[in-house]
Every structure is written in C-alpha cells, then in structure tokens.
C-alpha cells in the first residue's frame, strides 16, 4: 500500500488583507514551496495524490457550534471593513472572502486522508492545508486557524469507523489549545503537544497549557502538555521527550490510529519557535510514530514559516512516510537543562496515570516545578536568558539534509536448501564465489568448522559487503550457530576501520569480552538469567526476572535504554541476533526489528539460529518495511524489573546522556 498526498493550490488563495505583524508570516507560499519542494524531489510522482473536498456543515459541527460556523458562513460576502470588524473578535488570525472557503477544503483534506487511511487504500499519508486548526476552538478562530482540522478528523474517525483510540501528536511549536479543550475528559483521544512556552511568557500565555494540565474526569492522563521554557532546543531534546515520555505512553495506549498535527515551525530557522533542530529530526520522529496503529499514520501540516526549513522538514516527513531509509542523527549532544526539568515535571505528573511511569525512581519524592512565580516586572523583554546575542532565526544556517538513497535489494537473505526465500527478499546465491572469504575464514574464524558453517559464514560476510556498498538495506541469517555467527561478524565488521556495530542480543549467552572491549561494538543483551557482571559503558547487560517473555519490561529497556543508546552511538551496522531460547514473542520481536531501522541508514543484520525458523517470515516482512502488529495495551512491567532499568540508566548515563530524564541536583 502507498503513502497519500493531498494538496490542492486552492488553499493558497486566500493571504492577509491588511497590516498585522502577528500575522503576516502566515502567507500562501507556504503551501506552494512546500509542494514544489514535493515535486522537485520527485515525491508526489510516488505518493497517491488524492482529490481535496470541501467539509460539510456535519462535519464542521463536530467540533464548532452552529453559532460559529454561521459567523464564518457570512465572511465570504463580507466588505474589508467588515472582515478587520469580523476578526478583531479573535486572536492573532486574519480573514479572507476566500478563507472559509479554504477552511472547509482544509478539514476536508484531513477528512479524505483518514478515509483512505481507515478504509486501507492507504497505509498512511500527508495533508497539505491551509490555514492550519490546531488553534480554533469551538466556538472561536485563533492562531490563524478557522476550523480544527485535526480534532475534526479525531471524531469523524471515531464516527465513521468506530475508531476506539487514536493519538494525536503535536510537534507544531505552539501548543494546539483548541485540540486540547475539545478532547481533554476523552480518554478515547491521547493529545501529546509540546511547545514553546517560556513559564508562560510565550503565546498563547496559557496556563493551561503547562505540564501539570493532564486532563480532566475520564480524561485525566489523556493529555500530555510538555512546556519549553527556553528556546535553542536540538534534535536531542525533541528525541528525549519521545523516547522517555511519549514512545512508552504511547504503546501502553496502543492507538488504533495516529493523527499528527505535523507542524514544523519546531525547526531551526523558524522565526516563531526559535528552535535548533534540524529538518531531518521529523524523518525519525515520523518513523518512531510509524511503528504505532500498524502504521495507520495521518499528517496534518499546522504551521512553517521559515519557508527553507518548513520545505525540507515536509520532505523528510514524506520520504520516511515512503519508507526510504533514515538519515543518521549526528552530534546528539543530550538533552539540556531545562528539557530535564520539564520532562522530570510531566513524568511526575503523569506517574499516577501511567504504568510505564508507576516505578520511574527517577522522580523526586518532593515536589518539582518549573513554574515561575510572577515576581514584579519579570518577564520583560530585556531579561533574556540566553548568553550572548544569538543569531536570528533567518540567519541561522543548516546543512541541507542527507540524500537517502533507496538500495536497489531492500531484503537479502541466507538460508539453509531446505528453507524457503520469504516472498519479495533476495536470497544470496550458492554460486556467489566463496573465494576471498574462504581462507581468511579458515584460518581467522572457524578452524575445525564444517564446510557448510565457512560457506553459511561467507554468506553472512556477502551480507555485511552488500550492506556496506549499500547495495542491501538491510539482511536476515538463519545459522547453525547464531553465537558463533555473532561473533565473527562482530570481528569482521571491526576490521574496518570506522565502523561501530550496535549489537543488540535478545536471550542468554556468553558475550565473549573482546567483543566488548575495543568501543567498535556497543552491546545491550536482554535475558533472564541475572549474572553478576555490571556491564561497562559498551556491554549494557537488561535483565528481567521473567526474561524476554516479559512485554512490558522489555519494551521498558527498548524505549529508555535501546533507543536513546542507538541514537548517540549512531552505528554503522546494526546486529540483531536472537539467542536460541530467548522467549521473546513474535510482535515484540518485529517490533524491535522495526524500531531498529532508525540507526545505520536501515542496515541491520538479523541473526536467527536454525531452529527459530518459524521466525523468518515474520523478521522479513518488518525487514521489508511493512508495520509491526501491536502489542496490545501494555500492562504494567515488574517493579524488580523497572528498578534494574533505572539502575542500568543511571550508571550509564554519566557515558550516554540521551538516558537522563532528571536535571541534574548539582548547579
Ligand atoms: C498553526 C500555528 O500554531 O503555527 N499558529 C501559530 C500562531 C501564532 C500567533 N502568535
Ligand atoms: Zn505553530
């Protein structure tokens, strides 16, 4: 299945009339560069580009009230005059005799692309509209949004199909109140936004709009709001919020469906967010989000500005939406202060709602807050907390994001005679010549093995090659001995001379300390059996008191050890091997495939011994880019279990600080 685009020029026709600062960044060429950006890289040729449609009144009203909409339904005859009268009511927007117009397109678009998401036309898709909706509230316009497009697409999408959970992410830079109000007793709908906020000092100055708002009644814990209180935030604060906060809430909700209020004034260059982080953070914040609702994952473009960032951003969202590889996240330098502080405040207040958060010891027994008390005069312009003058927004200067480059083979696999090739993967061929490898095998790997392990091994040894020449994405091995395999690939692949191999070991079994010794290798192995070793900063030992049979504790160790440890390590190569025994079920195997092809642009290398081959099928098909199945509504994981990780994360985090979650006591 495909990836829908829906756009329509349409949507540009309609601009502000008369002067107001607050608004004049909200101009139509931000759909046309969007778009053409689109085009220029040849991404609408491989979308399914859907018709827009205009809403109907039904479904306008499934948010707004009748009131409103008929206001709005007088605009379109409205003089100048009347339209500056019509809108001095609202805040910071503007209106157009076209703007309702392009307002019901805007809600239709989001409409049509759920309908193609839900009736499985589409595996997931992209809307390109204006004006945005995360602002306007039921009875209100705000924030150059008429109508809420999402929320609307929330409860069409619970209407139509009977949806029982959907999860809404709001990467936009401000905080989508109008979402929030419209869902905030909904235990049905999970609203995570982050946004800029400054204790209050940034728009729309809300206080609802702080961490401590979790919702109300049945609703309480079903929105997340995550406060930044200073600007200049990186790929690394925006990363640790989604492994420590959203990612485990997320699949302890285990949405049906994911709706994203994709805006992309959170990066760099934006004159509204003031935020550092580069376009290509939305290619890996798209993704982790792919691996939820198997996949069902509908954007929705809210607001851009900087009309560089804003176009590189809607491509890189588009291209992963595509399933073209990830590109690598360089210098993650970890999160900084003040992120700490407002992650360590939500998970605080999200504790009591959240089983994933019941056991974090990380949070204090005394009360943190990030809430400043007005003291007289604070806040004023000249108390900016930042060094010396930095740069602004236009002058700031990125690299353009990395080409990624689709390998003409995505699945190359080495199997036995006896055991068939998994439908569209490219089994190596017996004929491929043996010789280099051969010898060097001999006398470097196996000196009394058997001819068929050297032949499987020089297989195996292709794979890595290919991967390298990046003529594979990625490969699947089912070996005789997939201990032994492990670590010959890991000498092999440590011969080169920049190469470091993120090897993730699911199950028992001895690690031999070479491995572990030269830093080319980082190792996490999840297993059961407690052995004294503590690990070091390159062999992280996760062990479950009910092993990998444990769902939630490991997906507990996926999320605040694997992740975050993936990304700063950034691997060349990915090894995953599944130990003989491990006990891990299927759907949380595949999900730890899938999440996996975040790192090494995609290539990793999975190990699986001979009598696992019942999980080769299953392996390829996430190998091949199709989603995950969910693991079902996560309960909550072992208190033994959820200390040992916090134990693990505190000692590693002095080496790896995309694991802290806490500010720091000292200074
Ligand atoms: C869609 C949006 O969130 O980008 N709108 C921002 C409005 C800012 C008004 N000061
Ligand atoms: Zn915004």
Request: hydrophobic share 40%; aromatic share 8%; glycine share 8%.
């Amino acid at each position: 299945m495909g990836t829908a685009l829906i756009y329509d020029e349409e949507m540009t026709k309609y601009k502000l009339l008369w002067v107001d600062p607050a608004c004049k960044i909200e101009v139509p060429e931000r759909l046309t560069v969007s778009h053409g950006a689109l085009v220029r890289n040849g991404l609408t040729d491989r979308c399914i580009c859907l018709p827009v449609r205009e809403a109907v009144d039904a479904e306008i009203l499934l948010v707004h009230s009748e009131e409103y909409l008929e206001a709005v339904k007088q605009t379109p005859h409205m003089t100048l005059e009347d339209l500056k009268e019509f809108t001095l009511q609202y805040g910071d927007v503007y209106f157009h005799p076209n703007i309702y117009h392009c307002a019901k397109l805007a809600v239709g678009s989001a409409l049509q692309l759920v309908d193609s998401v839900l009736m499985g036309k589409v595996k997931n898709g992209m809307a390109l509209v204006r004006p945005p909706g995360h602002h306007s509230m039921r009875s209100a316009a705000n924030g150059f949004c008429v109508f809420n497009n999402v929320a609307i697409a929330a409860q069409y999408a619970k209407q139509k199909y009977g949806v029982k959970r959907i999860l809404i992410v709001d990467w936009d830079i401000h905080h989508g109140q109008g979402v929030q109000y419209c869902f905030e007793d909904d235990p049905s709908v999970l609203y995570f936004s982050w946004h800029r906020y400054e204790h209050q000092k940034f728009w729309p100055n809300l206080k609802d709009s702080d961490y401590d708002i979790v919702g109300k009644g049945e609703g309480a814990g079903f929105n997340i709001n995550v406060p930044w209180n200073k600007v200049g935030m990186e790929n690394s604060d925006y990363l640790s919020v989604f492994c420590h906060l959203l990612l485990p809430i997320a699949y302890e909700f285990c949405p049906d469906l994911v709706l994203v209020c994709a805006g992309f004034d959170s990066a760099i260059g934006d004159p509204e967010g003031e935020m550092c982080a580069t376009p290509d953070i939305f290619a890996h914040l798209t993704y982790l989000l792919m691996n939820l609702a198997e996949g069902k994952l509908c954007a929705v473009l809210e607001g851009g500005y900087n009309l560089t960032s804003l176009a590189q951003s809607v491509c890189q969202t588009v291209q992963t939406l595509l399933g073209d590889p990830l590109p690598p996240l360089t210098n993650l330098t970890g999160p900084c202060r003040s992120t700490l502080e407002s992650l360590q405040c939500v998970r605080a207040a999200h504790r009591q709602h959240w089983s994933c958060l019941r056991h974090a010891v990380d949070l204090p027994t005394f009360e943190i807050s990030t809430k400043r008390i007005k003291l007289s005069g604070e806040g004023n312009k000249d108390e900016a907390e930042v060094g010396e003058e930095q740069k602004s927004p236009e002058e700031k200067i990125w690299p353009e994001p990395p080409k990624r480059i689709c390998p003409p083979v995505c699945s190359a696999v080495v199997l036995p005679d006896g055991v068939v090739c998994p439908d569209a993967c490219e089994r190596l061929s017996s004929s491929e010549d043996l010789g280099p490898h051969l010898l060097t095998l001999k006398n470097d790997f196996l000196k009394d093995a058997d001819d068929g392990a050297v032949t499987a091994l020089s297989r195996v040894f292709s794979l890595i090659d290919k991967m390298k020449n990046n003529e594979i994405r990625n490969g699947l091995a089912l070996v005789g001995d997939a201990a032994m395999t492990m670590t010959c690939v890991v000498q092999y692949v440590a011969a080169e001379v920049d190469s470091r191999v993120f090897l993730v070991c699911v199950g028992n079994g001895n690690i031999p300390s070479h491995v572990i010794e030269d830093g080319k290798t980082l190792v996490v192995q999840i297993k059961d059996e407690d052995t004294e070793e503590q690990g070091s900063k390159y062999y992280v030992p996760v062990c479950l008191k009910k092993g990998c049979t444990d769902t939630s504790g490991f997906a507990q160790a996926m999320f605040s050890l694997l992740l975050p440890l993936g990304y700063q390590y950034n691997p060349s190569l990915v090894l995953l091997v599944r130990m003989p025994g491990s006990g891990v079920c299927d759907i949380m195997w595949q999900q730890l495939t899938g999440l996996l092809q975040s790192f090494a642009h995609g290539h990793t290398l999975v190990l699986l011994q001979e009598d696992d081959k019942a999980c080769v099928g299953p392996t390829a098909s996430i190998l091949l880019g199709n989603p995950a199945p969910p693991l079902g509504q996560l309960p909550a994981s072992l208190k033994e279990d959820a200390e040992a990780v916090e134990r693990l994360r505190s000692r590693l985090q002095a080496d790896w600080n995309l694991l802290l979650t806490t500010a720091p006591e000292n200074g």
